[in-house]
Nanobody, 125 residues
Framework: QVQLVESGGGLVQAGGSLRLSCVTS????????MGWFRQAPGKEREFVAH?????????YYADSVKGRFTISRDNAKSTVYLKMDSLKSEDTAVYYC?????????????????WGQGTQVTVSS
């Protein structure tokens, strides 16, 4: 059974940084395309970032985080990261990592098969 466990969330002031980690177990990590999503209270889950499973590790971002967030992966550690810089109050949400087999329609939650439990990120202004 594939499990994803996020960590690294917390409370940070606006303009600060956090790095989220998501460790995957129970499967072959290099076979998965990985994504980060977030969900704020009263809002739908939204796409944040995606990294493909191929060796070139191409990345894709939501416009709202482009230039501030960086997604990366370490296949040896079965871990995907989300480095978040210049955080804003509107970045406050529960952040989820997700694993899927393909990178087409990467911004659609339904393309992902496995999900973590989420980690809270709160940005104070």
């Amino acid at each position: 059974q594939v499990q994803l466990v996020e960590s690294g969330g917390g409370l940070v002031q606006a303009g600060g940084s956090l790095r989220l980690s998501c460790v995957t177990s129970g499967g072959t990590f290099s076979n998965y395309a990985m994504g980060w999503f977030r969900q704020a209270p009263g809002k739908e889950r939204e796409f944040v970032a995606h990294i493909v499973k191929s060796v070139d590790s191409s990345t894709y971002y939501a416009d709202s985080v482009k230039g501030r967030f960086t997604i990366s992966r370490d296949n040896a550690k079965s871990t995907v990261y989300l480095k978040m810089d210049s955080l804003k109050s509107e970045d406050t949400a529960v952040y989820y990592c997700a694993a899927g087999y393909w990178s087409n329609n990467y911004d659609f939650p339904g393309r992902y098969v496995y999900w973590g439990q989420g980690t809270q990120v709160t940005v104070s202004s």
